[in-house]
């Protein structure tokens, strides 16, 4: 498949990353979770974290989605969601299925939630009729390629505790938010009040594995009567939803390589998801600075609809302009009626990629032109 920006799922692995499999796959090792990686991991995370953090790795980001919010809901619960969220338009209906519970979706300009449109949401507590808000969920960055401010998430979190509610973050791509915020996860995560987190890598240069990352004791010392309980009733729950690996320690140690920090000649060297990530960003910003560009001089109808904060650049333009293009390149429309399509940067998009790409739009702008 040619090199394009259909989607940073796309992109390969990390070189880091295969080293660390290879090295992991020199002996045998405990099945399970009962392996020296995933210990080192469970280590690592709390350090990243904080101390109160227990994490679950999983196959993929739907598992870990799902078995967030079954952490924080009951069948008769409900989440409140952004209309875009992965949750709710991109996971075939997973959380309804496996959980029982229901979403509660809102319409927003630019994928992000504020308490005043969550509040809408926020009716018929104690009316055995109704689902009851349990969670509220948003993704970060949005699947619009939009970023919450810390501030906004603080204001989040004390909405739904006011609640008695839990806030779930859908961090898929939190590595590219975090290099955007210029801040630590901890600071973006559990600083805040973030009660769930799902915790992604593939995007960023991992082969496979995500995690399912619970920052309130509450959630897994929760058993299902809703009482607490020392016992860990989450890692059941996570064998019952099919999450379990047999050889764990290729999940952990990819993750492991992934956080750590590591030093090289006395320096130390930033994490392998950091550099990823501030690569990824570097490349969107390059793309949209060459789009700029190229529409100034072509006179093209073409509009960046969203800011472009992290690696994803939605742009709308004439709709035989991208039909064209997609013959050369793979890429999503992502609305088809208003003909925007999305670009999406990987850790291993290269500026070579970014102006061969504006190269083949030049052309098919002047075929637009004739």
Same mark, same amino acid.
């Given at each position: 498949?040619?090199?394009?920006?259909?989607?940073?799922?796309?992109?390969?692995?990390?070189?880091?990353?295969?080293?660390?499999?290879?090295?992991?796959?020199?002996?045998?090792?405990?099945?399970? $979770?009962?392996?020296?990686?995933? %210990?080192?991991?469970?280590? &690592?995370?709390?350090?990243?974290? $904080?101390?109160?953090? %227990?994490?679950?790795?999983?196959?993929?980001?739907?598992? /870990?989605?799902?078995?967030?919010?079954?952490?924080?809901?009951?069948?008769?619960?409900?989440?409140?969601?952004?209309?875009?969220?992965?949750?709710?338009?991109?996971?075939? @209906?997973?959380?309804?299925?496996?959980?029982?519970?229901?979403?509660?979706?809102? !319409?927003?300009?630019?994928?992000?939630?504020?308490?005043?449109?969550? +509040?809408?949401?926020?009716?018929?507590?104690?009316? !055995?009729?109704?689902?009851?808000?349990?969670?509220?969920?948003?993704?970060?960055?949005?699947?619009? @390629?939009?970023?919450?401010?810390?501030?906004?998430?603080?204001?989040?979190?004390?909405?739904?505790?006011? *609640?008695?509610?839990?806030?779930?973050?859908?961090?898929?791509?939190?590595?590219?938010?975090?290099?955007?915020?210029?801040?630590?996860?901890?600071?973006?995560?559990?600083?805040?009040?973030?009660?769930? &987190?799902?915790?992604?890598?593939?995007?960023?240069? #991992?082969?496979? @594995? !995500?995690?399912?990352?619970?920052?309130?004791?509450?959630?897994w010392e929760r058993d299902r009567s809703g009482?607490?309980?020392?016992?860990?009733?989450?890692?059941?729950? =996570?064998?019952?939803?099919?999450?379990?690996?047999?050889?764990? +320690?290729?999940?952990? /140690?990819?993750?492991?390589?992934? #956080?750590?920090?590591?030093?090289?000649?006395?320096?130390?060297?930033?994490?392998?998801? =950091?550099?990823?990530?501030? *690569?990824?960003? =570097?490349?969107?910003?390059?793309?949209?600075?060459? #789009?700029?560009?190229?529409?100034?001089?072509?006179?093209?109808? #073409?509009?960046?609809?969203?800011?472009?904060?992290?690696n994803s650049v939605f742009a709308q333009l004439?709709?035989?302009?991208? +039909? %064209?293009?997609?013959?050369?390149?793979?890429?999503?429309?992502?609305?088809?009626?208003?003909?925007?399509? =999305?670009?999406?940067?990987?850790?291993?998009?290269?500026?070579?990629?970014?102006?061969?790409?504006?190269?083949?739009?030049?052309?098919?702008?002047?075929?637009?032109?004739?």
């Amino acid at each position: 498949m040619k090199r394009g920006f259909g989607s940073d799922n796309h992109s390969g692995v990390s070189p880091e990353v295969l080293e660390a499999l290879a090295k992991a796959n020199s002996d045998h090792a405990l099945a399970y $979770g009962d392996d020296e990686y995933t %210990r080192r991991l469970e280590g &690592l995370f709390k350090e990243t974290f $904080g101390e109160q953090a %227990r994490v679950y790795l999983v196959f993929n980001g739907t598992g /870990a989605n799902v078995l967030c919010i079954d952490a924080m809901c009951r069948s008769h619960e409900a989440v409140v969601c952004a209309e875009t969220a992965h949750i709710n338009v991109d996971e075939c @209906g997973a959380p309804q299925r496996v959980v029982g519970c229901r979403l509660l979706t809102v !319409e927003t300009p630019d994928g992000k939630l504020t308490p005043d449109l969550v +509040r809408t949401r926020l009716h018929g507590f104690g009316f !055995e009729h109704h689902s009851q808000p349990k969670a509220i969920s948003i993704s970060q960055p949005t699947e619009l @390629g939009t970023l919450y401010t810390k501030e906004e998430i603080k204001a989040l979190a004390d909405l739904a505790h006011s *609640h008695k509610m839990y806030l779930h973050v859908d961090g898929a791509r939190l590595a590219n938010a975090a290099v955007a915020l210029g801040c630590s996860f901890k600071e973006m995560t559990t600083d805040l009040g973030v009660d769930a &987190l799902s915790f992604g890598g593939t995007k960023n240069g #991992l082969l496979m @594995g !995500e995690s399912c990352v619970l920052l309130n004791p509450c959630l897994w010392e929760r058993d299902r009567s809703g009482a607490n309980s020392q016992t860990d009733d989450m890692k059941y729950r =996570r064998k019952q939803m099919t999450q379990l690996a047999s050889k764990m +320690r290729f999940m952990a /140690a990819q993750m492991e390589v992934y #956080l750590e920090v590591k030093e090289s000649k006395g320096q130390k060297v930033k994490e392998l998801w =950091r550099r990823n990530a501030e *690569h990824s960003n =570097r490349m969107a910003q390059l793309l949209c600075s060459e #789009l700029q560009t190229l529409c100034h001089s072509a006179t093209l109808p #073409l509009k960046i609809m969203y800011p472009v904060q992290v690696n994803s650049v939605f742009a709308q333009l004439p709709r035989e302009v991208w +039909r %064209r293009l997609q013959e050369r390149y793979f890429f999503y429309d992502w609305d088809e009626e208003k003909d925007v399509v =999305r670009w999406m940067c990987s850790f291993d998009t290269t500026e070579q990629d970014i102006y061969d790409f504006i190269h083949a739009l030049r052309d098919e702008i002047h075929k637009f032109k004739i």
